[in-house]
């Protein structure tokens, strides 16, 4: 394929409720939305880089820039063979793996169609797992009380598994109540987003008497060896997030002993096709993995749905009904959460849904399409952001 036309739709849909991290409080999910055109068919992926350089250095900004005056040059002139070309294309180009990730999964997208395949079978996932186990995300409360009524109304609605943000000071307390509210069968973990240090060990061992199934990232994201010494002073296993952007952060972090369970999302590792490998190198050495979630609308959900159809996605994800965080999501086929707590993976051609055209505009609150020429000739220059909003 050559690329034809990019357009790119910035989005802001408003989140049913506030959903509070260690990061701060998100009320809007806001990102862009990209489409790839090439021979009248269209590819769509979204970016999962926030406004706020907080989970990670990359914002919705930079995002644009890198595509606009790094990535998106170094494509157009391509003669794009496969989908895991695109990594060695924009290999040379440092970091940005949320802006590569957005061009990357599109094109997957688009390539999928080509093919009139699904993404699922492209990607070389298991045809046994048309449905995905997942989970719920549920930001931190301001009450243990209100926390066991948000959890107990996910567990009636049939999600399989709790993930509770956590921070110094809402952490034991509120997990042992819901542990006591739902009892030992129900799965829970605990999600820290960096919030601690290795001085915090004590307080984290506490968590080892609520028999959680894992504890998410606490400490910093570029730290091995101190997530080595607290896995190691823990009974609870530990799982990394933020640490773990490529296969190789995944080998030795899992040689360091950092890692029992590994946390991949698509964007966090810069495409699809680094998923893979991070994926690969967990199985062979028998760590398992599971799917994460940065809010995505119903693009990134489908993306994500059909990566966890692979073999070592052992636990469930964090792709959540579109309802869970929507009052409307952005495709024309929103994600619907099946009586066994399972989502359906979309078999049609590519990720099997598409944005809406019309919420594409109610939402969209800026727009921008850039041809062959114009992307060509576009290299080092600097972004017109007049008008994005941030």
């Known amino acids: 394929m050559r690329i034809e036309r990019i357009t790119l739709n910035f989005v802001e849909l408003p989140l049913k409720s506030p959903f509070e991290t260690s990061f701060g409080v998100e009320t809007v999910k806001s990102c862009w939305v990209l489409e790839v055109m090439a021979d009248g068919i269209s590819g769509y992926a979204e970016s999962v880089a926030d406004a706020d350089p907080l989970y990670s250095e990359e914002t919705h900004a930079s995002v644009y820039y890198a595509l606009k005056n790094h990535l998106l040059p170094r494509l157009m002139a391509q003669d794009i063979q496969n989908p895991e070309d695109v990594r060695r294309f924009l290999g040379p180009v440092r970091g940005n793996r949320m802006a590569k990730a957005v061009i990357e999964m599109a094109i997957w997208d688009w390539w999928a169609k080509s093919q009139s395949q699904p993404l699922w079978k492209i990607l070389g996932g298991n045809p046994d797992k ?225 944005p809406d055209p019309e919420k594409l505009r109610r939402f969209g609150t800026y727009h921008e399409t850039w041809t062959h020429d114009e992307l060509t000739a576009a290299r080092g220059g600097k972004p017109n952001v007049l008008g994005l909003g941030f």
């Not at 159809?309 to 959460?337: C, K, M, Q, W």
Request: hydrophobic share 40%; net charge negative.
């Open 130 to 354: 048309s449905r995905i186990p997942v989970g719920v995300s549920i930001g931190i409360q301001p009450t243990d009380a209100q926390l066991i009524k948000v959890a107990e109304e996910y567990l009636r609605q049939g999600y399989r598994r709790l993930k509770v943000k956590i921070k110094p000071g809402r952490d034991f307390e509120p997990l042992r109540a819901l542990r006591r509210a739902v009892g030992d069968e129900v799965a829970i973990m605990a999600d820290a987003n960096s919030a601690y240090r290795l001085d915090d060990l004590a307080i984290l061992r506490r968590l080892d008497a609520l028999h959680l199934m894992m504890l998410e990232q606490p400490l910093a994201e570029d730290d091995y060896v101190d997530h080595g010494v607290l896995a190691a002073g823990l009974q609870t296993p530990i799982c990394l997030d933020e640490s773990i952007r490529s296969a190789e952060d995944a080998r030795k972090a899992i040689g360091l002993g950092s890692a029992e369970i590994i946390n991949i999302k698509v964007g966090r590792v810069g495409g699809l096709a680094e998923a893979k490998m991070v994926h690969n190198m967990a199985k062979t050495h028998d760590v398992p993995v599971w799917c994460g979630g940065m809010l995505e609308t119903g693009v990134g959900r489908a993306h994500n749905l059909h990566l966890t159809t692979l073999p070592n996605f052992l636990l469930p994800g964090d792709t959540s009904a579109s309802d869970r965080y929507f009052h409307e999501d952005l495709i024309d086929a929103p994600f619907v959460l099946n009586s066994d707590g399972t989502l359906s993976v979309p078999q049609g051609p590519g990720i099997g849904v598409e």
